[in-house]
């Protein structure tokens, strides 16, 4: 069984900067089976980032070139780093691990 927890959402200004840290625990086999998705109101849960399995991350299109995706093997943690917020961002954001076991979810609203 594997645990995922998301520290606490939250509003930024579009433009503005926001990091998600998730910290994973229980039977993980490799922090590279960790993924980002997100889901905004009445859309689908689309994949934001996730990890090829020699550690490179890809990303979505709608993503690539503000937010990062990173991996911390001593805090068992992944962080999702999200720059330059636009509106179309607002979504609720999930890591899950294998796409079986999921985080509880954390809302991020950009917005003026």
């Known amino acids: 069984q594997v645990q995922l927890v998301e520290p606490g959402g939250g509003l930024v200004q579009p433009g503005g900067s926001l990091r998600l840290s998730c910290a994973v625990s229980?039977?993980?086999?490799?922090?590279?089976?960790v993924a980002w998705f997100r889901q905004a109101p009445g859309k689908q849960r689309d994949l934001v980032a996730e990890?090829?399995?020699?550690?490179?991350?890809i990303y979505a299109d709608s993503v690539k070139g503000r937010f990062t995706f990173s991996k911390d093997n001593t805090k068992n943690t992944v962080i999702l780093q999200m720059n330059s917020l636009k509106p179309e961002d607002t979504a609720v954001y999930y890591c899950?691990?294998?796409?079986?076991?999921w985080g509880q979810g954390t809302q991020i609203t950009v917005s003026s």
């Open positions: 229980g039977s993980i086999s490799s922090l590279l089976r």
């Open positions: 990890s090829t399995s020699g550690g490179t991350a």
């Open positions: 899950t691990y294998d796409q079986i076991y």
